[in-house]
């Protein structure tokens, strides 16, 4: 086996909480009273242009939520949204460590809006972590599009059997396998540690 070059971590799921997400969304419907079927079918057709970068977040609001008059505002609501944002410190520390080591080429690859990702890139302290940000909303497509992944590769010049991809969905690991990358699914952080041992043959401090 090729010796790994590149490390890709998702973000939503593994190095912190999803941006907007399921769970997110329904904690909106319950604080703001929304109609819950109605948001939701007006989500599902705003939020592949919203996560590749076609529309900016005051669209997707102007498509889901402020379509009508509304008895809360937009920035109210827009604050919800960034709030929903919890770092996993204790992924953070793994992909932290794994940096430190200064072997690979760390970056991530996520499905997400630009404003949200810029935001959780500065609240999770990140940037220090990763070379570069892979994310749907730059390369305009998404997870589990086979055409992410191909990109993410051409533009990194990486090789997929030396490249490692860490995500917490199934479904988003396989193109990525199919392409040759290596895959971890990540349940948690200590799992993960055990499992880049078996991977990268490293032992990180905390494991």
């Known amino acids: 086996m090729e010796d790994i070059a590149h490390v890709f971590f998702d973000i939503g799921g593994v190095l912190g909480t999803n941006g907007w997400d399921t769970e997110e969304r329904d904690r909106a419907v319950e604080r703001f009273k929304l109609d819950a079927e109605e948001y939701t ?61 200064d072997r690979y080429t760390m970056m991530t690859l996520n499905n997400e809006s630009a404003e949200l990702n810029c935001y959780r890139i500065e609240k999770f302290g990140l940037d220090p972590i990763f070379e570069a940000f892979m994310s749907s909303c730059w390369l305009g497509s998404r997870k589990p599009m086979r055409k992410i992944y191909s990109d993410a590769l051409s533009i990194a010049q990486a090789k997929a059997a030396r490249t490692l991809f860490i995500d917490d969905r199934e479904p988003n690991l396989a193109p990525a396998r199919e392409l040759g990358m290596k895959t971890i699914h990540f349940q948690s952080a200590a799992q993960l540690r055990k499992e880049l041992r078996g991977v990268l043959g490293i032992e990180l401090s905390g494991a």
């Open 41 to 101: 079918r007006r989500h599902i057709e705003a939020v592949g242009p919203w996560e590749e970068g076609r529309i900016g977040i005051d669209d997707y609001l102007d498509m889901t939520i402020f379509y009508s008059p509304r008895q809360f505002s937009r920035d109210e609501f827009k604050k919800f949204m960034f709030e929903q944002s919890v770092a996993n410190d204790d992924s953070i520390a793994v992909a932290r460590a794994v940096s430190a080591l």
